[in-house]
């Protein structure tokens, strides 16, 4: 469908024969649909859909720009394929697609201010009612801090410079020291202030020799709050927190940002248009026209779904794992509660690293240099401490089948031992590779149906081995795992040799 935007220009293209002289025409012509084109007025969302039938231009209706959607609002009768050739046009202008982009940015702000009834509710799919339960855990968290910092209006007064400047030095601290309410933590967030010494002689009250100092009655009331509220840092057990964590104010900010990384992929961004009916249009909607969430503001249980499954975990032991992170971890955890998360602030700022190095020609994504770009950019980075103590959990969770070599009988063993394993998680996958290794490395009688039933071959086999690994813990793995099973444990006895009889030393005959 060849599709471009005719300029603005003086035309006559209603029925009644106006002249548009600032008037935006888009068109859009195809050999199937045939030519459609729509007029807007500037600064007009709603204009006019017109079709060619051959003689001339024939208004056909309405035709709407929905700016939260990136798309036409256009008869039902309008092929989707003409809707979304005229809406990439309009997209293709910066402006329109930052209008976009900037509402997906700001929904949790503008959204959650409608009256919809329970009962007319959408269902969702999993995916996107985690994309809805992240960001109205944002929302429900936001406003939360906003109550406890008194700056919502109708909810009290602004604190005060001085108690706002001691609130900012609590929500910048160090991960690495313990933050608490008493007075000798509060002298030391204060230090750095240029009124430190005011700070300290105005909130902290003297206490009698041997005793702690206390704080102020205004001190005290403001961290409570903050800590009830508002100072919830996730990850403030990560030592090294870096600059870039340390903006994150608190719990609620950590939300957003973990909201927005589930929005984003059920909102595809490089798609542009948010076509009707999608997954990414009903979570919009429901956003949009849900009530203002109130009460607690529960966490989100979901389980995550980039955790390291078991079929990914089989699929990495054998083949490798990919050469960059993040890899996410084997526990379960929800969305964006531990660092190593997919959606963590960040695991976010990795990808947001990786993309920005992927956008150059001499590096595109995916390719070697692409991978060493990435590697030379995160080496340099801040956070690359946290980046590279998650990349090692997960390796050591995912782990690596033996291979036998180099070990001689032990190596042999290592391989016995992780057939049964993967015979235990039921996971064929490894057990074919391992039988692989196995095969020319000792002779087995039986194949690998027989060996993947544990038959008495394979426990002979593997008894034999133990022993002859000459290591007492592959031994008795192997006692333990027959005696469980009720199998006969068969030793090679040792022939007692024959006492020597003695020669009468005259006759030389056998006494």
Known sequence: MAVRATPPQRRRNDASGANHRAAVVVQADDPVFGSWAVQQRPGEATGTLYRYDGRGWAPTGPATWNAARGRFELPGAVAPEVRRALTDTVLAVPSRR????EHLGALVAVGFRGTRPPAQRVELSPFGALAYRSMEHARCLATAARDAEGRRPGRGPPLSPVLQAIQDAYLAAD????????????????????HAAELIERFVVPAPRGKPETLSAPVTKLLDALFRERYVAIERDTPGRTRWYRRVEGEAAVALDVARAVLREVCDAPA???????????????????????????AVRVRCPHRISDDQRTEWRIGGMPPLGPYETTDDHAPGSVACCFYHPVSQERLRLQAQVGEDPETPHGSRAWVDAVNAHEQRHPMHGQWAACDLKAEAEVGGLPTGRGQATAGVMQLFRAFVNAHERANTDEALVIFGRLEPLITLHSDFDAMWALDNNFWDTAHLEAHESGNPAHVMWAHQQMK??????HHAMKAKAKPRR??????????
């Open 98 to 101: 930052a209008a976009l982009e």
């Open 175 to 194: 991960a690495r020291e313990p933050v608490d309410r008493s007075a000798a933590t509060f002298r030391r967030m204060v230090g750095q202030h240029r």
């Open 272 to 298: 542009g248009t948010v076509e009707p009916g999608s997954e990414c249009d009903r979570v919009l909607d429901a956003i949009e026209q849900e009530r203002e969430p109130s009460g607690e503001c529960a």
């Open 484 to 489: 469980a099973r009720g199998l006969t444990i």
């Open 502 to 511: 003695k020669r009468n030393d005259t006759t030389g005959r056998d006494r």
